[in-house]
């Protein structure tokens, strides 16, 4: 994430960005992080008037653990989050999703933040977030505020961040816990969703707690939360997994009609059964 400036102004710690942020600029945002901003201007969404250089402020760019959470500047480069020992070692889906985003042409200047910001419906950090229930931190001038991960969207390229506000962190409880990402190429039966994300929390041979989250955004809201609830409190059985799989596929956006006859169920079912396998694999181990 970075903060907007007038050309010729350069911010170079979050104090100095929420000034700028907040001073008298037009169509002021914060939608920085190398492709981000370059694609909503392509879009109209932020013009040159909104152009900032945050490259400098070391205050915004960390990983790091403190009293049970890790905690990941909204600056941090994505290539320097998903091969942080650190972050994987407590969360083997960031190195999951991080091979994705290579994958697919992700550039080494493109920052957790900024591709948080640019609120794409279709990208994989959002739902992973969502999945591990992480928090963020939105700065201003009348201090800071906490956003939990799965408020944070308002809708396709719109994030609760206010004019004159700026994300500084994202905040990721630690617990002994197995995650995965799952994605596929080419979606199949008319359905747009690309990836699942899944955690989960066990007790010996039950499942405590349990997260998911599917890419684009659109599919996330109801499947993904029906899902959860019956993870939650069950045996850890690949039949309850894919139960999970099944509320999912029946409640994702492209099971209403957008469905092809003759085409497999929504795909998001598939995917989020074999997330929460490989994660309940990881969360044995």
Same mark, same amino acid.
């Given at each position: 994430m970075a903060g907007a400036a007038r050309s010729g102004h350069r911010a170079f710690s979050a104090e100095d960005s929420v000034a700028l942020l907040s001073g008298?600029?037009?169509?002021?945002?914060?939608?920085?992080?190398?492709?981000?901003?370059?694609?909503?201007? /392509?879009?109209?969404?932020?013009?040159? #008037?909104?152009r900032a &250089?945050?490259?400098?402020?070391? &205050?915004?760019?960390?990983?790091r653990t403190v009293r049970g959470e890790l905690r990941i500047g909204s600056l941090t480069r994505h290539a320097d989050l998903s091969s942080s020992a650190l972050a994987c070692r407590h969360l083997a889906i960031l190195r999951d999703v991080g091979r994705v985003l290579a994958g697919r042409g992700m550039r080494r200047s493109e920052t957790v933040g900024g591709i948080l910001c640019q609120? &794409?419906?279709? #990208? &994989?950090?959002?739902?992973?977030?969502?999945?591990?229930?992480a928090t963020m931190l939105i700065r201003g001038r009348g201090g800071t505020r906490a956003v939990p991960a799965r408020e944070f969207h308002l809708g396709p390229y719109k994030t609760v961040v206010e004019p004159g506000e700026l994300l500084t962190e994202i905040r990721i409880p630690i617990r002994p816990c197995g995650s995965a990402y799952e994605t596929v190429t080419r979606p199949d039966g008319g359905c747009p969703v690309t990836g699942a994300a899944a955690v989960i929390c066990l007790d010996g041979d039950t499942v405590i707690r349990a997260g998911l989250?599917?890419?684009? /955004?659109?599919a996330r809201q109801r499947g993904t939360a029906e899902a959860e609830d019956l993870v939650a409190g069950s045996m850890a059985t690949l039949l309850n997994l894919g139960r999970a799989g099944e509320i999912a596929s029946g409640q994702c956006a492209c099971s209403a009609g957008a469905r092809r006859p003759?085409?497999?169920?929504?795909?998001?079912? $598939?995917?989020?059964? $074999?997330?929460?396998?490989?994660?309940?694999?990881?969360?044995?181990?």
């Open positions: 008298p600029l037009p169509r002021a945002s914060a939608p920085a992080g190398g492709q981000g901003l370059f694609a909503l201007m /392509a879009l109209q969404l932020a013009g040159p #008037e909104a &250089d945050l490259g400098d402020p070391a &205050d915004l760019s960390y990983v609120a &794409d419906p279709a #990208e &994989d950090l959002a739902a992973v977030f969502a999945a591990v229930r989250g599917l890419t684009p /955004a659109p003759g085409t497999r169920p929504c795909v998001a079912g $598939r995917l989020i059964t $074999r997330a929460l396998r490989r994660a309940l694999l990881r969360a044995q181990a």
